[in-house]
């Protein structure tokens, strides 16, 4: 078998087909991504491979250090082609890990380059590359279009005014849809030191004076609707578990109230603040129909020495495993038996979560819409062949894979999107060896169908995203 050829991943030759002839050319949605849309907007262009490729990547600064490079060719100011030589040192090296087909699938599908990449080939696909992104067909807006997306929903704070949003619906000459999505977590976070600041910088965008947790509420309210005006469809949160400490709103209050006024609170105070609020949250976006994401199963920011030195999102998070399923059970009916519960994706990094997940995905579907709760796709540490595999195993194993939403790039880089085409052919070969094994008839229409919707019908609809035409 080549080198990553054409039927890279698929198995058999129900996968071939299921690969070649219904998911290749789907059209893709990314319902959760980190691009900042500034970029979009302003169509920005890339002066080297290496700011395109490790500018923001924490996969692949996880990888150089391991190798032991120096995080002045990692995250520092050295010189970009020291730095490219350096990740090409590292990704040799880590054999059988997704790194390093996403980053060949990026060489081959935007720069046309089939060989593996090696330390003694590095300088030379630098040039070849650097050579590429000069041509204007390689700015933001045109990878976008190139990868066939559709639609994308950036990562946005409350605050922000969305005027990239605008500027970009107002835009008829780029056809994708870019639009916001509602991400609170400053506002949850109230042991964080800058709480107060976030909750003073809402008020001045209100106009409100933020004297109590109603005043927060009104205000993150207000937020909402804004959102939605703006298109938005979905909140996310990114949480260490889904927690479930229930208090009523005039003890709530008084913990946001000792926080706002300088004091500290405790573990539980904080779980229970986090509670009330995150239910006032879940129940405005049933109001006007956003989908609640909720990404748990993760300890942040562990290496204290890296983060007074680089801060948040560089690299140093792991995989968490304290994730009740009780808690989260107990949130989730909590809406639901005052009807109240949205639309709700959840996400573990723990990977042993994925059978808890399935099994309680199915006590809160109703017939208000197929699959309302949704097992997201293998998340982070999860998004490889193997995890992958397990969660489409798992998913359908104790639920209906037929009703799955697919795969999304959680992702800060514009080429991140061969991440899709990885998913989607190990989604090809899981069919294909069901079939094979004869667990399943070698009816390929129908299976055709099933996967064209598990890529993009399926999101579509669930979302209720409206293509542009």
Known sequence: ????????????????????????????????????????????????????????????????????????????????????????????????????????????????????????????????????????????????????????????????????????????????????????????????????????????????????????KDSLTERINYFAFRGAKTADHGLPYVMYEPCDDETAGGIFRKRMDGGTVTRKEAMAYRTNLLLHLAREYHRVGFVMQLHYGVKRDNNSLMFDRIGPNTGFDCIDNHTPVASLTEFLNDLAKTEQLPKTILYSLNPIDNAAIDSVIGCFQDESCAGKIQHGSAWWFNDNKTGMLDQLTSLSNLGVIGQFIGMLTDSRSFLSYTRHEYFRRILCRFFGR????????????FLGSVVEDICYNNCLRYFDFKPAK
């Open 1 to 216: 078998m080549e080198f990553m050829d054409k039927n890279f991943l698929l198995d058999t030759e129900c996968a071939e087909v299921l690969y070649h002839k219904y998911a290749e050319h789907m059209p893709i949605i990314d319902y959760h991504c980190h691009i900042p849309v500034s970029e979009i907007a302003d169509d920005v262009r890339f002066c080297n491979i290496s700011d395109l490729w490790l500018g923001a990547d924490h996969y692949k600064w996880r990888i150089m250090r391991a190798c032991g490079v120096p995080e002045e060719l990692i995250t520092g100011s050295a010189d970009p082609e020291k730095k490219f030589e350096a990740f090409a040192a590292s990704l040799s090296k880590a054999i059988g890990n997704p790194l390093y087909h996403w980053s060949h699938l990026e060489l081959q599908r935007y720069f046309g380059i089939q060989e593996p990449l090696t330390p003694d080939n590095a300088l030379s696909i630098y040039d070849r590359c650097n050579e590429m992104l000069r041509d204007p067909g390689m700015s933001a807006r045109n990878l976008v279009r190139r990868s066939n997306v559709r639609i994308l929903c950036t990562t946005d704070d409350p605050c922000d005014d969305l005027r990239y949003h605008k500027q970009l619906a107002d835009d008829p000459s780029f056809p994708v849809q870019v639009l916001p999505a509602f991400r609170p977590d400053n506002f949850l976070d109230i042991e964080k030191p800058d709480f107060a600041e976030h909750v003073e910088r809402l008020g001045e965008i209100c106009d409100w004076t933020m004297y109590s947790l109603s005043d927060l």
């Open 434 to 445: 069901l079939v094979s094994e004869g667990e399943y008839p070698k009816d390929m229409s």
